[in-house]
């Protein structure tokens, strides 16, 4: 089974001062994992994969098998960066996205 | 391309009323999914598609719920009847196989049960 865990719902953090968004999965073998993004009245849209190795948006997320971690993070947050975040993790079966719980950060000015 | 597209945007229906959602996923792309948003159980995936086949309906909930695509470029999620728990915000998203593997999501259908 693949399980995805976003351990905070909420997140405040205030411009200018360092996030991290937790992700822990579970699964077996070599999954792929991703970030989604959902801003205010927008569609929720990819914000980086792991295989990329990218930084988006200033952006980055390194996957840890060890830890079973893939958290996101950014030096510097944006009011801008506010918006609902999922940790999502695809196995096996292609295209199958499973989901956490979503952590909402909000950043204040 | 206008992206997969959902309809209707909002719904409203009693208690015991049949509701179909509707998604028009971006052409050419081969995987389809319905996905259920609430505030207690994040996103949960329902059942998907490939080539308008079912693939994995292991996320609907019971009977209630079904899912059809009767071709490339249309699918419904139906719940008859409707009950107050179902109340949440129903995404489709589709993908393309050989691409890279993003799913493009839908607007979302907010479905509220009285």
């Known amino acids: 089974a693949q399980r995805v865990t976003q351990p905070e719902k909420l997140l405040s953090v205030f411009k200018g001062a360092p996030v991290e968004l937790k992700c822990n999965y579970s699964y077996s073998g070599s999954p792929e994992l991703f970030w989604y993004v959902q801003y205010s009245r927008q569609r929720l849209q990819l914000l980086l994969r792991h295989i990329s190795r990218e930084s988006i948006k200033g952006f980055t997320a390194d996957l840890n098998k060890g830890e079973t971690s893939f958290h996101l993070k950014k030096p510097f947050a944006q009011e801008e960066d506010s918006a609902m975040y999922y940790c999502a993790l695809m196995g096996a079966s292609y295209g199958k996205l499973t989901f956490g719980q979503g952590t909402i950060l909000t950043v204040h000015p | 391309d206008a992206g997969v597209i959902q309809s209707p945007r909002h719904e409203v229906t009693e208690m015991g009323q049949e509701v179909t959602l509707r998604c028009k996923p971006i052409?050419?792309?081969?995987?389809l999914f319905w996905y259920r948003q609430t505030m207690m159980r994040g996103l949960e995936l329902l059942i998907y598609f490939n080539n308008n086949v079912p693939i994995d309906d292991s996320g609907m909930p019971e009977d209630r719920f079904s899912a059809k695509m009767p071709n490339a470029s249309f699918s419904t999620l139906k719940i008859q009847p409707s009950e107050p728990r179902d109340s949440a915000v129903y995404f489709c998203?589709?993908?393309?196989?050989?691409?890279?593997?993003?799913?493009?999501f839908g607007q979302g259908t907010r479905l509220t049960v009285v």
């Open positions: 052409s050419g792309h081969d995987y």
């Open positions: 998203a589709s993908s393309q196989r050989g691409g890279a593997t993003e799913a493009f």
